[in-house]
DNA sequence: GTCTATAAAGAGATAGAC
DNA sequence: GTCTATCTCTTTATAGAC
């Protein structure tokens, strides 16, 4: 007779809410300490367990730092495909698209940052994986920018792949600064990031000086 | 009598060639396995050195993050006020401290990725004078916005903190992604950042509108 | 599913010869 | 300035009881 009547998330085995917990901790213990410099034993003793019980849920610490890498890059493109899907105006669907962006990374700090930064300390055979999902989310968001172009939303003078070189440089870091105590909300996050992308940070005398440029 | 004439760099003792060598691949190990995932032998194997034999130029493997951190940090500010030192017009100075933190940050990836993802590993006290040297450069670049501001060349329906956060955001996450062997060199790099940093990546027609926008 | 106990390897750092 | 040798502690992971 199971303790808990709950019904279980993806897994296939076993009654799982603790290797839910595991997955949580690790993942803020690798972001806070780095993946060679969080211990088992400090990773059980935060779940309240001894170091060995962790090898019921876990075959190595690696599988650990595996499936947090997994799970993020797994959760970004699921939620900017959600987001992006009611919209047709295709700069509408970007926009979308880099809310849920910024929503998913800043609501998951420890994976996130844990997925940038220690995937290093996979075996290669796993970086190459995490680097196929990391490829495939950005080619989404280049289709997503090349789209905009096409209606004529986006310039087109610089090719999509470049576009989204500057916007992931908006969305990567963010996470690695942003408090959710600070004075910039998500809204306001989101219209700074997205308004200076599009709008660019040009007073409006030195844009049309540009612009003069270019036409005279 | 020394086995090389030298000139030694800014050190107080010894004959320090191997001190900087030691920085230098501690600081490529710290970036590539981590501060915790690279151990003291690995270090003195690149220098074709015995463990043992390090302790001759450190007293604890911290000290050599610390000075990788510190070095960073003191790089940055010295190389940005070379670069603005002789211009006269503040969006001139600003894009001078853009090109030249593009050219330290990817010129020292090293020192530079192990300072931002790796300082954790300092003691408390460490970390706050690393983090206060941050704090310091990037207000440096607040006050660069600022002056563009006042001289009408950047907008002002943000306040410089903000644009500064995202050009924070499209100066740190470059390095983490740049490679010079691929197709954009330093000038295309600079020049698509602060491209689209200043104009925007909205068509001219999307811009034309949204001024509209606002003007009726 | 969690425990105690422990194996086996690797870590940072020191002692002292040369 | 570099070495060999070693101390001491911590690490990941396993064995086997409950």
Redesign the interface.
């Known amino acids: 007779v199971p303790r808990r009547a709950h019904v279980s998330g993806a897994g296939s085995s076993g009654s799982d809410d603790t290797k839910a917990r595991l997955l949580r901790e690790a993942a803020h213990l690798f972001r ?6 969080t211990s088992t034993r400090q990773l059980a003793a935060r779940l309240g367990l001894q170091n060995a019980s962790l090898y019921h849920y876990m075959e190595t610490k690696e599988d650990l730092l595996y499936e947090v890498c997994l799970d993020g890059w797994q959760r970004l493109p699921v939620a900017v495909n959600e987001a992006v899907g009611d919209h047709d105006d295709p ?1 509408k669907a970007l926009k979308a698209a880099v809310r849920a962006h910024l929503r998913i990374t800043v609501d998951n700090r420890d994976v996130y940052i844990t997925m940038l ?2 995937a ?2 996979l075996s290669p055979k796993r970086q190459k994986v995490i680097a196929r999902r990391r490829t495939e989310y950005w080619e989404r968001i280049t289709g997503l920018v090349r789209e905009a ?1 096409s209606a ?5 003078d ?1 090719p999509p792949a ?2 989204v ?10 996470a ?2 942003y408090r959710t105590d600070g004075e ?1 909300d998500m809204d306001a996050l989101q219209g ?2 997205t ?13 049309l000086s ?2 003069a440029d270019l036409t005279i």
Chains 1, 2 share one sequence.
């Open positions: 806070t300490n780095g993946y060679a410099g700069l930064t220690e290093k300390s172009q004529g939303e986006l310039r087109t610089l470049h576009l070189l500057v916007l992931r440089n908006l969305l990567a870091w963010t690695f600064w910039l700074l990031l308004g200076v992308f599009l709008e660019g940070a040009a007073s409006e005398r030195a844009a540009a612009t």
